[in-house]
């Protein structure tokens, strides 16, 4: 019973952070895939050549962090514009208002830590180039999600956090419970001479073990919670590109579970032993 409880505590626990830890992935990789989208529009004068455009994209290109730089003529322009008022405006009007214009797409996963920073010297040194009127994107909307996915990063932190204190708890009760069983054992292998760490070793075993089949279990439950989860709600979290990610996270809740089992365990029975 002490075992199967001991297991249960460690697997419960295991089990939310798994849950937390696939949450924060699947934020991290929405967030991700969200600012990739976001289009940085560079306008361009109206009496600029193709020639100086190019050139302009082509240095754009050479910074790290981009994407790709798509080239949009006073021309094309014009005809994605009257694709979507359906009428020929330019015709009407009799000449073309529209600017050519560069439109940047970032590759987020490259960009240093402060990549605001990185982001408004971007703007401000390709505003200065010479047939650049200006930068324009959505600001607030790029704002908006750094600062979303940085506070749930730190709530999920502070949650796991948490759950490794509670599982820490639970393993100290249920050794303490074990140890009071065998206090009398324990004492007589302390007469005879036996050391702390001898008298320490078979439980130390058993919490590699417990911690190592409750991160199992917790791995097979996150999987099954990630399954029901992706049917139940039509979401795309067991395509084969979220594979790798998934075992690393079973990896971690395996190792997770043998370290805090191993730590609560050795703490709470040197502490016993020294104080008996």
Same mark, same amino acid.
């Given at each position: #019973? ?56 082509? !240095? ?99 949650? #796991? ?28 292998? !302390? ?13 130390? !075993? ?37 594979? #790798? ?32």
């Amino acid at each position: #019973m002490k075992k199967g409880t001991t297991i249960l505590g460690i697997t419960l626990v295991l089990f939310m952070l798994g849950l937390l830890l696939c949450i924060e992935y699947h934020s991290y990789r929405l967030t991700h895939d969200a600012q990739e989208r976001i289009t940085y529009k560079v306008d361009l004068s109206p009496d600029v050549s193709d020639s100086l455009a190019l050139a302009i994209k082509s !240095r754009i290109e050479q910074r790290d962090y981009i994407k790709h730089v798509d080239y949009i003529s006073k021309e094309q322009a014009a005809e994605i514009f009257a694709g979507e008022l359906g009428e020929d405006f330019v015709g009407f009007i009799g000449y073309n208002p529209l600017y050519p214009s560069l439109m940047v797409n970032f590759n987020v996963s490259l960009l240093p830590d402060n990549s605001s920073e990185v982001l408004d010297r971007f703007c401000k040194e390709v505003g200065a180039e010479e047939g650049v009127t200006g930068v324009v994107y959505q600001e607030n909307i790029v704002s908006e999600l750094r600062e979303g996915f940085y506070k749930l990063t730190w709530f999920l932190i502070v949650l #796991m956090l948490v759950l490794v204190l509670i599982s820490v708890v639970l393993i100290d009760s249920f050794i303490r419970i074990a140890l009071y069983t065998q206090r009398e054992t324990i004492r007589t292998m !302390r007469m005879v001479g036996a050391t702390t760490g001898f008298i320490m070793r078979p439980f130390l !075993r058993r919490s590699i073990a417990y911690g190592a089949i409750g991160g199992l279990i917790a791995s097979l439950l996150t999987a099954i919670a990630v399954c029901i989860c992706a049917n139940e709600f039509q979401l795309a979290l067991t395509a084969q590109e979220h594979w #790798m990610w998934y075992l690393i996270i079973a990896v971690v809740l395996v190792i997770v579970g043998i370290i805090i089992s191993w730590f609560a365990t050795a703490f709470t029975v040197r502490h016993h032993i020294t104080k008996n």
